[in-house]
């Protein structure tokens, strides 16, 4: 999880130090921490802390994410919340900042969202794909400036890349001496990236389609449930397996 991308734009993971746990304490007011447990996560680091006050989610994000990157971030979080899409809100210092600087990242923190179950089943998809969808519809309305609609990392591409960049991965695979599947898979992607170059030319736009943020646009997206409902939609500029309260990019 230390992958420095584009030639180390992207910045190394935050490791989870004395000074980062000492600086949460003193900005937030959370007294004694019992524990922290990194949760994983590959654009920032994020450790569920236990403390007198509860059970919170700290997290440092990678150098490149800028103040600007991150109020976007959170304005799509409030939007969201505001559309009944279950977001956990950031928790302001006791200066009311909505976050911190530390050694060149920025750091927030969130209350902890337990769950039970994660979107891996045919019948959670059924019940976790309506909020994505209402996200999305949610999203299409936001104005989020330069910063919140061009995100320097994001696990989406421009439909203009599409056909290139997914001829560059499939060819990677073919590289590795691949199983069937994992062909079966490369070809298929090919024909997904066909499919919205044709797209593309139908609606007589070329290489621009109609364009609205979307979960890709933040990070990833996970839906998590408690109960058999949707608890927290997380990932906004994170992603992970474990248990976790976060953000859905």
């Known amino acids: ?22 600086a949460v304490r003193e900005h937030w007011g959370l007294g004694r921490t019992a524990g922290a447990v990194d949760l994983g996560g590959s654009s920032s680091l994020n450790l569920l802390l236990d403390t007198d006050q509860g059970r919170y989610v700290a997290r440092a994000h990678r150098p490149h994410l800028t103040p600007e990157r991150l109020a976007a971030i959170h304005q799509a979080r409030a939007a969201l919340r505001a559309g009944g899409v279950p977001c956990a809100p950031p ?19 969130e209350p902890y969202v337990d769950h039970d179950a994660k979107m891996d089943t045919w019948e959670r998809l059924a019940t976790g794909m309506p909020v994505l969808a209402r996200a999305h519809n949610l999203l299409g309305r936001l104005e989020a400036g330069e910063a919140g609609s061009r995100p320097r990392f994001a696990n989406h591409l421009e439909p ?37 170059t044709e797209a593309e030319v139908e609606a007589g736009l070329g290489s621009r389609l109609p364009r609205q943020l979307v979960h890709g646009d933040f990070w990833d997206n ?14 906004f500029d994170f992603m992970g397996d474990g248990p976790a309260s976060t953000t859905w990019p």
């Open 222 to 235: 996970n839906v998590l449930f408690r109960r058999g409902r949707p608890v927290l939609v997380a990932d």
């Open 1 to 22: 999880m230390d992958d420095d991308a584009d030639r180390g734009a992207r910045g190394l993971r935050a490791r989870p130090r004395p000074a980062l746990l000492q």
């Open 160 to 196: 203009a890349e599409v056909s290139s960049a997914v001829r560059r991965g499939t060819g990677r695979i073919r590289a590795w001496g691949p199983t069937a599947a994992e062909l079966r898979v490369a070809a298929v992607a090919e024909e997904l990236a066909e499919l919205v």
């Open 91 to 109: 928790v302001p210092t006791l200066e009311g900042a909505p976050w911190i600087s530390l050694h060149g990242r920025l750091v927030e923190l």
